[in-house]
């Protein structure tokens, strides 16, 4: 409120005090309840029916009311009572009805405001009711109820400096001392109350939620704390609906429909008074919408439960959960209340009009109810109910008396009991109201600075009973607002959730979206609550509080939960693996076959045929041979530094170990022939010594260049992550390009020349037909070459030792061709071509048929002769088979 809103308030109050006993303002509420007394204490309740446009409406409110106005009497009394609190002053009372109307509430106070000695307006009274135009002086006001009459009420009272004390007023506008500067309560305020739902919400991880409050100061002030708490807690409203208690039943319907228009929020907050929820629930009854959602009432409707205002509606209600300001059971009250009746307790104006109420009977002559019966009796079989809420009324009379009982004692003893009102005053009885500490009918009373009692809040359940199979309410938690502290009094197993059929005790979510699984990060949508889920690839890990991805350094892969990167375990070849299993095996039989072929070569190396086919070369090339296939098996090995060292060296001289031989060996035919087609002069080095030295300077050169690029470029254990989106690292011996390439440059090149003298001598006479073997190995081996290298440095893909079981494949193949095109027809011819033919071959054919023996060629120098019939003597392995002897 502004200062000139303030002062235009001020203004008209006053006036309107001024003239009030000249005016009467047509239907205000005319009934007093007096108790006199020395100090007099204002009493505001809510005792009639509201009217929108009246006053006043004519009918009871609700039996708490009356419980109410009972329970400040009857304290008042026990006050007066009793020796230790205000001995020698009597406490009095005035209670007036506020019709739960916040201007019949404003027009009400004026009766508590001071006045003059002269002001024909004062008077006072020595009966229990009086007229309309009575005032009273009072030292401090109980109530208002509302928080809207509340509000009005001390905007009047705080500028005469008068207490106010509300038992149910819980706005946070109230806690303004600024504004409301002798307003107290002994109710928390509703920041309280909601830091007492958000803690329980947040126990049970809702995070979406729906909010319905009522227009007003109560309903938009506690919504506007649930929006800042919530947010704080990471808690979002799905719907935010506002409500008043005018709604017709199709705009009840309408607001049953806004929730479940977003399935996802379960829990419903209700920050509204027990009108509005009885339209709420009636609608979602009409609507057959039970068991589909959590609700979470206030104070403000909670008390309507247990009055029975909202009979008829538990199975909606079933499961909700209420906030009720912590308060004990007033010893005695029942039995009083109960025993009360029109007859004994005239005193209370209203007390026949609640005894028609409450027994649905009139005093009057009509026909249309039955005749009210002073005999009669409040009972729990005809309805009866205590308010929770009377403690309450109960500690605010307690702490005013002892307020003024202190004041007394410490400033004015002795006093006539007429002269205490006059050492009493408002900033004095305020201090002494806000340093109150007591045990209570509330608990432990106790204010902060804003005059506000930390309270604490009991949490209740409605559930059905399962020996009875009716509705009971009972406290499941606990929520201290001094330590902020949440405390279950039952096993949070044990609650039942009433959202399936039959009851769970899985506690049911309320969120908006399911948290993302490991791997994944969040994409917010508008409201915090609510995202989307992207998975990031296999090799990143989420980062940035799982809101983006980051890929893992080349050699690592993120962990389980995908937070942060590892190492990945490196593999290797292992002798069990099925490719391991495999070049083996073929390697094994390479190997086998080499050395029964050598074996045969030894045996038979005084043949003709052996001699005549360079023993020596073959030799060395069989020794090729199990080089290279000694090397797969150093390629399956586990990868250590000598390993690399020895395949790097096996690799290369695997294969110029057995071309090296073979190009001596074509080169050496190419040469004989090549001269005899010219002279006939031997031709030079062509010594079985010579070509042994010929290949061994050619292997030679491989050595040397192997050992220089080792050197150089030194082959070393290496990882290889083939695809860096697939989790697999392969531990190998790393060749370095460079010197992979100058070895095989050079083992390519022995090849070539192989090829080449093996074309060049393509026209051989048919029986020197082992050029064509040669031929076929060489061809081979290089188409083996150009497909498989290609393919050893574009391969980037795939798991499995790809490059190892390419560079095996390699020297298998080359070095079984090499054995199958070069040794296995002489070892055939070895085994099955007769003496006579091997003699046979020692003749040449001629053209036109005719056959004449090698030495009658022109050769003259007989030195020249024995290279000739080494040349013939090639035939003998290759020519047709003929059948051996018997």
């Not at 208002?144 to 038992?167: C, D, R």
Request: glycine residues 6%.
């Amino acid at each position: 409120m502004t200062l000139a809103r303030g002062l235009v308030v001020l203004l008209s109050v006053l006036t309107l005090h001024s003239v009030a006993c000249r005016f009467i303002i047509p239907d205000l509420p005319n009934k007093q309840f007096v108790i006199q007394g020395d100090l007099i204490l204002g009493g505001l309740f809510p005792i009639s029916t509201y009217h929108p446009f009246e006053p006043c409406g004519g009918e009871i409110a609700s039996e708490a009311m009356m419980q109410f106005v009972e329970a400040m009497a009857i304290t008042v009394k026990l006050v007066n009572l009793r020796s230790d609190i205000l001995p020698n002053v009597t406490l009095g009372m005035a209670v007036l009805d506020t019709c739960g109307k916040d201007t019949t509430a404003l027009v009400q106070v004026l009766h508590f405001l001071p006045q003059n000695e002269t002001d024909e307006c004062a008077s006072s009274t020595n009966t229990s009711t009086t007229d309309a135009d009575g005032f009273f002086e009072v030292v401090g006001v109980v109530g208002a109820y509302k928080s809207t009459s509340s509000l009005e009420v001390a905007n009047l009272l705080g500028p005469f400096e008068i207490p106010q004390m509300s038992y149910g007023s819980t706005s946070d506008l109230l806690s303004d001392r600024t504004r409301y500067p002798y307003f107290m309560r002994v109710v928390p305020p509703d920041q309280s109350q909601t830091n007492a739902m958000i803690d329980f919400i947040h126990h049970f991880n809702w995070t979406y939620i729906h909010a319905i409050h009522s227009i007003g100061v109560y309903g938009e002030g506690a919504v506007a704390n649930l929006r800042l708490l919530a947010k704080s807690r990471g808690v979002c409203l799905a719907t935010d609906i506002q409500v008043k208690e005018e709604y017709t039943d199709g705009e009840w319907e309408n607001v049953v429909n806004q929730l479940l228009v977003d399935s996802r929020a379960k829990v419903v907050v209700v920050y509204a008074g027990p009108d509005h929820v009885l339209g709420l629930f009636s609608a979602a009854k009409r609507m057959k919408i039970t068991r589909r959602f959590i609700w979470i009432g206030s104070d403000a409707w909670a008390e309507g439960i247990r009055t029975n205002r909202l009979n008829g509606l538990k199975d909606i209600m079933l499961g909700a959960f209420t906030f009720n300001v912590f308060a004990k059971t007033i010893p005695l009250f029942g039995t009083y209340f109960k025993g009360l009746n029109p007859n004994n307790n005239a005193e209370n104006p209203w007390f026949s009009n609640y005894w028609e109420s409450y027994f649905n009977c009139t005093f009057s002559n009509s026909t249309e109810k039955q005749q009210c019966n002073t005999t009669w009796e409040i009972s729990e079989d005809n309805g009866y109910m205590e308010s929770r809420s009377l403690a309450a009324v109960v500690d605010s009379v307690y702490v005013f008396a002892n307020a003024l009982d202190k004041i007394i004692k410490n400033t004015c003893p002795g006093l006539d009991p007429l002269a205490t009102r006059n050492c009493i005053n408002g900033p004095t009885l305020y201090q002494y109201l806000r340093n109150s500490s007591y045990d209570g009918n509330l608990g432990e009373i106790e204010f902060d600075r804003n005059g506000d009692v930390i309270g604490t809040y009991d949490i209740e359940q409605i559930y059905i009973d399962n020996n009875t199979g009716g509705f009971e309410q009972d406290v499941v938690a606990r929520w201290f607002a001094k330590t902020s502290n949440l405390s279950f009094l039952v096993n949070i197993t044990d609650i039942p959730w009433y959202l399936d059929t039959p009851a769970s005790t899985a506690i049911p979510k309320s969120i908006c979206s399911d948290p993302c699984d490991f791997g994944f990060y969040y994409v917010r949508q508008d409201l915090a609550c609510c995202w989307d889920c992207k998975k990031c690839r296999e090799n990143e890990i989420v980062t940035l509080n799982q809101t983006d991805c980051e890929t893992c350094p080349i050699y690592y892969w993120p962990n389980g939960n995908f937070t942060k990167c590892d190492p990945i375990e490196p593999d290797y070849m292992r002798w069990y693996d099925p490719e391991a299993i495999m070049l083996v095996a073929f390697a094994s039989l390479g190997i086998a076959a080499t050395l029964t072929v050598l074996g045969f070569f030894i045996k038979h190396r005084e043949h003709k045929l052996i001699k005549a086919s360079s023993r020596e070369l073959c030799y060395i090339m069989l020794v090729g041979m199990l080089i290279g296939y000694g090397t797969v098996f150093g390629f399956i090995t586990p990868p250590v530094d000598i390993n690399c060292y020895l395949d790097h060296f096996g690799f290369s001289l695997g294969f110029a170990w057995v071309y090296a031989p073979l190009l001596t060996r074509t080169n050496r035919i190419y040469r004989i022939f090549d001269a005899g087609k010219k002279s006939t002069k031997r031709p030079s080095i062509i010594g079985s010594r010579s070509q042994v030295v010929i290949a061994t300077v050619l292997i030679t050169i491989q050595v040397v260049i192997s050992f220089i690029t080792a050197v150089i470029t030194p082959p070393e254990i290496g990882l290889s992550m083939p695809l860096i989106t697939e989790k697999y690292v392969e531990l190998s011996c790393d060749m370095p390009l460079s010197s992979l390439l100058t070895s095989l440059s050079y083992n390519i090149l022995l090849v070539l020349l192989c090829a080449f003298y093996a074309f060049k001598t393509r026209k051989l006479p048919d029986n020197f037909n082992e050029s064509r073997f040669i031929s076929m190995c060489v061809y081979t081996t290089l188409v083996i070459w150009c497909a498989l290298i290609p393919i050893y440095f574009t391969t980037t893909i795939g798991k499995g030792f790809l490059k190892i079981i390419i560079l095996s494949l390699a020297l298998l193949l080359n070095c079984t061709v090499a054995l199958v095109m070069f040794f296995v027809p002489k070892i055939y011819a070895l085994l099955c071509i007769s003496e006579e033919a091997i003699q046979y071959a020692e003749t040449q054919q001629q053209p036109g048929g005719a056959v004449r023996p090698l030495n009658e060629t022109n050769m003259k120098a007989s030195s020249s002769v024995e290279p000739f019939k080494e040349r013939s003597s090639i035939l003998a392995s290759l020519r047709p088979p003929q059948p051996r002897s018997p």
